[in-house]
């Protein structure tokens, strides 16, 4: 396994007690990183604070689509650290329905954490990057967001403006020593499947030419490169990891 040192850098994780979030927080500890993360789910946030047993770990209890208590959170964590790294993993699918079934509330709540809160960590925590001259940021978006999943239009929708918004923030930040990206994982087993009905989880599965779902240490070794120094050079960019589902 390659090494990525991460050692005296500090990452935010969303979405971080469980699932993907949980085992790029995992990686990013074994690599020598202080890691924080931040889940709207108490019980998981304390089972995986138990489970992973470390002091360089801590967390926050915290809604990513609330942006007064985000940029709360951030002021205080600034006050003795510096945030070096920021992974926006925190989302949900949403109901599997037919966009013109979709009531209101459900399409709002999809964008407001998916979206939304994907905007207020990184407005809260780019400017002290700026500052540093220092920032690797990776948004956790999908597959979805490319090709658009029937069903849902929601998530589909909200993944694809977070790949745009990563170009865009990619681009402003591009002078600076800061790397934005994105990746763009199929499915894997994770508790975002517990959400979805049997018959489209097995729609998501035809899709991939692979024929499986995603292990989730594949996705977690490509966010520590776009995390680390390593990683230099690209910015603005979306990562596929979709098993050859895409085409571009």
Known sequence: MHQFD???RTAIITGG???IGLDIAKKFLNFG???IIWDIDEKALQSAVKEINNPKLSSNLLDVSNFEKVNKTVIEINKSSNIDILVNNA???GPIAELWNYSINDWNKVVEINLNGTFNCCKSIVPNMVKNNYGRIVNIASVAGKDGN???SAYSSAKAAVLALTKALGKELAEKN????AVTPAGAKTRILDQMTDEHVKFMLSKVPRGRFLELEE???LVCWLSSEENSFSTAAVFDISGGRSTY
């Open 150 to 152: 029937a069903n849902a």
């Open 17 to 19: 007690a469980q699932g």
């Open 6 to 8: 991460l050692k005296n």
């Open 178 to 181: 800061i790397a934005v990206n």
């Open 33 to 35: 990183a202080n890691v």
């Open 219 to 221: 996705l977690s070794s």
């Open 91 to 93: 989302g949900i699918t």
